[in-house]
Nanobody, 125 residues
């Protein structure tokens, strides 16, 4: 059974930093892609970073490029998101996701079957 548990969310002032963590279990990390997504009420869930096996470049949307950095633990079943220069518009529930690597870097929520419960990030101006 795949399980994902996020931590590290909280409240921070604009310009600050936070580091999110996601610990996964129930799957073989080196064969799976992982990602961070976020969602605010009334809006669709969007990817903020995804990473896959093989050493290829992670995916970041333009809105977070240069500010967010995704990384994994050695066993590839732990995912981190270092967020810097946070803006109020980064406020959202942040979710960790995982699914089998199929040869490309997934960027859509529909590419992932397994999700954590989320951790709230609030950035005040």
């Amino acid at each position: 059974q795949v399980q994902l548990v996020e931590s590290g969310g909280g409240s921070v002032e604009a310009g600050g930093s936070l580091r999110l963590s996601c610990v996964g279990s129930g799957y073989y990390g080196p064969r799976h892609c992982m990602g961070w997504f976020r969602q605010t009420p009334g809006k669709e869930r969007e990817a903020v970073a995804t990473i896959c096996p093989g050493g290829g470049r992670p995916y970041y949307p333009e809105s977070v490029k240069g500010r967010f950095t995704v990384s994994q633990g050695n066993a590839k079943d732990t995912l981190y998101l270092q967020m810097t220069s946070l803006k109020p518009e980064d406020s959202a529930m942040y979710y960790c996701a995982v699914d089998e690597y199929l040869g490309w870097v997934p960027v859509s929520p529909s590419d992932f079957r397994y999700w954590g419960q989320g951790t709230q990030v609030t950035v005040s101006s």
